[in-house]
């Protein structure tokens, strides 16, 4: 690995290492039997990791195709061994977060308008998010009907990665963070950026699909995170033109669901992690001072019910408490 890393980095050293590799895992196979030795796949992925970039250089002149040849080899190995055998072989939870921040920050670098390579460099980047972070309720039911015992591997949630990855979501867990917007370098926005629409979509469905795959992972967020993912939310959605695309819409609507789900929880009940008056005292970070009636910002028109049915429970607070 040491020297497949030595520049320059190519297709056909690439193409040479992975059928290596492959010999080499029928000879060491990645087992779940005790007492058996197993191939170390935690070190081969960080190894593998090193060259897994999506900025292409005069000396990684072929990085977009050797992202794709990797995740495919990666790939094959979570989806074709046993999840028991996967964490026996070293595949943690520290690993999988690892490989997550990696390929995530990554996947921002990408143009907002991509070519056909660079849309497969996404589409394999986010199949092997979703093979960590979606879980497969069709082979746990099976696991359930069957009465074996439970999938081993490590689950982790986006959650989770927003804990660990202040690089990218400071601003989720400390407000006073929030990155400014650089009109020049769309990748420089703050993460998820509604500009890039394929970023947008694909976190917010796993910030979604965490909290509906697990709902006491409701109880494990802080409110000050929620209130500040919203917060973000908002901003992002205020941005939007009046007249909006398919794709804008489809954005508009996954920060409305998240919003909802945080505000009400996964069954509308309004066990979420934040309550209305949390929002509402939010606002004015949002779209600035509210003064005689209206906030210093318009508000976009697609949420101006949301708000006003803040604002009427807004005066109710403002009421009851006059009379206490």
């Known amino acids: 690995m040491i020297k497949y890393r030595e520049p320059p980095l190519t297709v056909v050293k690439t193409s040479h290492l992975l059928t290596f590799l492959h010999h080499l895992l029928i000879l060491v196979p990645i087992t779940s ?20 970039t999506l900025r292409p250089t005069q000396q990684f002149p072929f990085a977009y195709q050797i992202w794709i040849m990797n995740l495919q080899f990666m790939l094959s190995c979570i989806k074709e061994v046993a999840p028991q055998a996967l964490y026996n072989a070293g595949i943690t939870t520290p690993v999988v977060l690892g490989i997550i921040k990696h390929v995530l920050l990554e996947l921002t670098r990408l143009p907002i308008e991509v070519n056909s390579i660079q849309q497969k460099c996404f589409d394999m980047g986010k199949e092997l998010l979703d093979t960590f972070l979606l879980k497969d309720t069709q082979s746990e039911r099976s696991t359930t009907s069957t009465g074996s015992k439970p999938i081993v591997i490590p689950k982790v949630s986006y959650y989770d990665i927003i804990f660990s990855f202040p690089e990218l979501y400071g601003h989720f867990l400390h407000g006073s963070m929030m990155p400014i917007r650089n009109e020049s370098a769309p990748s420089a926005y703050p993460q998820p950026s509604i500009v890039n629409y394929r970023i947008w979509q694909a976190t917010l469905q796993y910030m979604i699909a965490s909290i509906r795959q697990d709902v006491k992972l409701l109880d494990r967020i802080p409110t ?25 819409s489809r954005c508009l609507n996954s920060g409305k669901e998240l919003i909802n789900l945080l505000l009400l929880g996964p069954h509308g009940d309004g066990a979420g992690v934040v309550s209305h008056y949390d929002i509402i005292v939010a606002l004015p970070d949002v779209y600035g001072h509210f003064l005689r009636g209206t906030f210093a910002q318009s508000v976009h028109w697609t949420m101006e019910k949301f708000i006003n049915e803040l604002g009427k429970r807004r005066k109710q607070v403002t009421i009851c408490l006059k009379e206490i």
């Open 33 to 52: 039997t005790p007492n058996v030795p197993t191939f170390p796949l935690s070190q081969l992925f960080e190894d593998l990791g090193m060259t897994l």
């Open 224 to 248: 000050l995170m929620a209130i500040n993912i919203i917060k973000h939310v908002l901003r992002e959605i205020n941005t939007l033109p009046a007249d909006l695309s398919k794709s804008e």
